[in-house]
């Protein structure tokens, strides 16, 4: 991604920031000139992005962190600013899926993915936000998902935690606005990441993700970075609270078929307008 935004002097922290979303956010951040802690549970993985970063000149530290751990995150935050300083942004895109069935959903794939993908994030946020609090500062990007914005079978426990990252988000923006800190999320359609492409058949991507989205393909992961960048900087420096589809267009609308080739009516067809 070419950058468009500058972020030197500024400290930002990157839950998940070892893989897709979250890592392609820490290079552009890095890139755009901020100071980057690369906060995952994959201890390796956030070294290998922050040797990268260093080799293209950026700057940034590992923060290993398990995102469901309270002390854990305090300590984080408190080696990122006593590394680079002040902290003034935060993404929060630490999150897994484990799907299952409803009737057999087991207790501890709910209670993962629900601790990890919204209890971990209000703890990032949480950690974060007293910090950016006393400095009267700041801006805070959670990613959610459309999975927040209507249901998607299998998800029971992954939807419930993005419905609430959509709560989370809307509180914090209320509760935090007036004392300089702005909240918002990001909900992304398919992106193409280890998340999607360990946990989602190839069939499933091409005949339902492709098919329902308007732009016709998943997105880059950087192309998710971009719109988080532009939600952290002073060109959204009036929007908060807000959920902002990046989403090729899915939630657009509900009958969307072969990429909206298909114009879903039985007198335009027989016209010869489009062809089924
Ligand atoms: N990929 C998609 O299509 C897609 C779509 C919508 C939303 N999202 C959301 O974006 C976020 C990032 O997903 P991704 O696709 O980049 O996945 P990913 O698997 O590529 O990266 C997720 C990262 O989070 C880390 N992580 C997991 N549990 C953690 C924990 N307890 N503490 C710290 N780090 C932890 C993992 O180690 C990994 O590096 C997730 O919240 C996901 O729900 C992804």
Not at 33 to 41: E, Q, W
Not at 174 to 202: C, F, K, M, S, Y
Not at 231 to 243: N, Q, W
Not at 247 to 271: E, H, I, M, P, V
Request: aromatic share 6%.
């Amino acid at each position: 991604m070419n950058p468009s935004f500058d972020f030197s002097g500024h400290v930002v922290m990157v839950t998940g920031g070892a893989s897709g979303i979250g890592l392609a956010t820490a290079e552009a951040l890095a890139a755009a000139g901020a100071s980057v802690g690369v906060a995952d549970l994959q201890s390796h993985a956030a070294r290998d992005v922050v040797e990268a970063i260093s080799r293209s000149g950026g700057q940034a530290i590992a923060l290993p962190l398990d995102v469901r751990d309270a002390a854990a995150t305090e300590a984080a935050v408190a080696e990122l600013e006593a590394r680079f300083g002040p902290v003034g942004g935060l993404v929060t895109a630490a999150g897994l899926s484990r799907p299952a069935p409803a009737e057999s959903m087991d207790e501890a794939s709910w209670d993962l993915v629900v601790d990890t993908n919204l209890k971990g994030m209000f703890l990032s946020c949480q950690a974060v936000g007293r910090r950016m609090l006393a400095h009267g500062r700041g801006a805070i990007v959670n990613i959610s998902s459309v999975n927040a914005l209507g249901g998607f079978a299998g998800r029971s426990n992954y939807c419930s935690a993005k419905f609430g990252v959509t709560g989370l988000t809307d509180v914090l923006a209320i509760e935090w606005g007036r004392r300089g800190i702005r909240v918002n999320a990001v909900a992304p359609n398919g992106v193409d990441t280890p998340l999607v492409r360990n946990g989602i058949p190839p069939s499933f991507v091409t005949e339902v993700l492709e098919n329902r989205t308007p732009l016709g393909r998943m997105a880059e992961p950087a192309e998710v970075a971009s719109v988080v960048l532009f939600l952290l900087s002073d060109a959204a420096s009036y929007v908060t609270g807000a959920t902002l589809p990046v989403d090729g267009g899915l939630c657009a609308g509900f009958y969307t078929n072969r990429q909206g080739a298909d114009l879903a009516s039985a007198a335009l067809l027989k016209a010869g307008v489009y062809q089924a």
